[in-house]
């Protein structure tokens, strides 16, 4: 189900939608992401996670072009708290192509060591796997 797409004037986006059969959210971003629009963005996402609290993000940075959100600090002091607030508990995370690797590989994931499980993968098809593994061993919505 569409949530809302926010564009940016130069054509990138970032579109949250629910997938019902699946039960979590995703987060598709696309083109150059800014710093604001990527804040913008994640907030969105915190947004429609208060209204509606799923404890599954597939965060979706394959289409992304130039480089990503660099405020990891903003993450991990604004963003972070209030995921963990809202109950989020496992993120998949799909790097951008023709990367090894992105800013979440780097420090991200000792930050939220303990608090949430996150993953980082090169494919979609992956991450999904991963979401519905974690589903299987018995936290679904």
């Given amino acids: 189900m569409h949530i809302s797409t926010l564009y940016d004037t ?13 039960g979590w959210l995703r987060a598709t971003w696309r083109g150059y992401i800014d ?8 907030e ?3 947004s429609h996670a208060a209204l509606q609290p799923c404890p599954y993000l597939l965060n979706d940075n394959s289409a992304l ?10 993450l991990e ?3 972070l708290p209030h995921a963990l607030r809202l109950e989020i508990r496992f993120i998949a995370h799909v790097a951008q192509a023709n990367t090894h690797a992105d800013l979440l590989t780097r420090s991200f994931q000792q930050a939220v060591q303990g608090q949430l499980e996150l993953q980082v993968f090169s ?10 593994s974690c589903q299987l061993r018995g936290y679904r919505t």
């Fill in 35 to 42: 710093p604001a629009e990527a804040v913008r963005g994640a």
């Fill in 77 to 79: 002091r604004v963003w």
């Fill in 10 to 22: 130069d054509g990138s986006s970032c579109t949250l939608t629910f997938e019902e059969p699946d």
């Fill in 65 to 74: 072009r130039g480089p990503w959100f660099d405020s990891v600090d903003w």
């Fill in 123 to 132: 494919a979609v098809a992956e991450a999904e796997h991963w979401l519905r």
């Fill in 44 to 46: 969105n996402y915190l």
